[in-house]
């Protein structure tokens, strides 16, 4: 079976168990895991900010970073796709008590003038406050489609001018910065706060960050013990992740290269293909998921007329030759 559903369905190499199994550790809760507190520092480091916050999944640290820049009753805007409106179970509304008002790009990129008419900072006391815009790079169900710099440099300047905040759900930024060469810390300089993920493309079996402003992450280190986040000796999985970013980040231009070879057996122009995800549009998506699996290659349905596929580190050039004859055969 080539398992092409998703990027998290990777498995931590040799290599990255014998890291794990060497790591430091003490108790986080106590803030003494010396291995999560230099992952922590060294992903805040890398997106040029002050601190960041381990976490067990990108959903938990979306939900403590959107909290940290909106306060319940308040509005989040953001693409009516983003995963933090489709993919975690209303997360924001149930735990934080936000709203969210959405604007639509196929795409997933920003829209400056769709998201000016939905900002309302001050409405009198009739209408919900808009706290914060948040966008997502690379967008998971627009195809990993990339944000590009300047669009975020536009919406940052417009923030800033407005007296807003920015959230970047960054779960894939890895792609976006290997995909276009941008540097890390230019992203970072776009948002107020952010999210990351170790698990998806980089191959670590668990772990996602928050990374923001050093009062944001020590209030997110209290929200999180609160929703039962707090975690012990962690560092082995810290250590994972530590090991996925010195080795896992620049081969996810080989990821990309393979997502291309799949879009195009998919009847798509490769160049479309901006990193590791597909997302076709089907009528009979169920029927294809099923035939594609019949011979070998698993991919997902996103919705009952979209297929994706999503190349990672387990997807090898040949795995990918293979997957991309069968696709075109279904076709
Ligand atoms: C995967 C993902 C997340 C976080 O998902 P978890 O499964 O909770 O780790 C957040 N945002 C995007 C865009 C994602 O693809």
């Known amino acids: 079976m080539i398992d092409l559903r998703s990027d998290t369905l990777t498995r931590p190499t040799d290599a990255m168990r014998e890291a794990m199994a060497r790591a430091e550790v003490g108790d986080d809760v106590y803030g003494e895991d010396p291995t999560v507190a230099a992952l922590e520092e060294r992903v805040a480091g890398m997106f040029g900010h002050e601190a960041a916050l381990f976490t067990p999944t990108g959903s938990m640290a979306n939900v403590l970073a959107v909290a940290s820049v909106v306060s319940p009753g308040e509005e989040v805007l953001c693409e009516s796709s983003a995963h933090i409106a489709r993919a975690e179970l209303g997360a924001h509304g149930a735990i934080t008590g936000l709203t969210m008002r959405t604007w639509t790009h196929e795409r997933g990129q920003v829209d400056l003038p769709a998201i000016d008419r939905l900002y309302a900072p001050d409405m009198g006391p009739f209408f919900v406050r808009t706290a914060a815009v948040s966008v997502e790079n690379t967008h998971n169900f627009a195809g990993g489609a990339v944000l590009p710099l300047d669009d975020l440099r536009a919406l940052r300047a417009w923030a800033d001018e407005k007296g807003t905040r920015i959230h970047l759900d960054g779960a894939r930024l890895w792609n976006a910065h290997v995909a276009t060469g941008t540097p890390l810390v230019d992203y970072g300089r776009i948002a107020d706060v952010l999210a990351v993920c170790l698990s998806k493309g980089l191959g670590a079996p668990i772990g996602s960050l928050m990374v923001g402003s050093a009062d944001a992450i020590a209030q997110a280190r209290v929200r999180r013990k609160r929703m039962g986040g707090g975690m012990r000796q962690v560092g082995v999985l810290a250590a994972a992740g530590a090991y996925a970013l010195d080795h896992h980040v620049e081969r996810l ?57 999503v190349t990672h580190l387990d997807v090898t050039r040949a795995d990918a030759d293979r997957a991309a004859a069968v696709l075109a055969r279904l076709g």
């Open 253 to 309: 231009a080989d990821d990309h290269e393979h997502a291309r070879l799949l879009g195009e057996a998919l009847g798509l122009d490769p160049a479309t293909v901006d990193t590791n995800i597909v997302v076709v549009d089907r009528p009979d998506a169920p029927a294809f998921v099923a035939a594609a699996a019949e011979e070998g290659v698993r991919i997902a349905a996103v919705g009952p007329r979209a297929v994706r596929v």
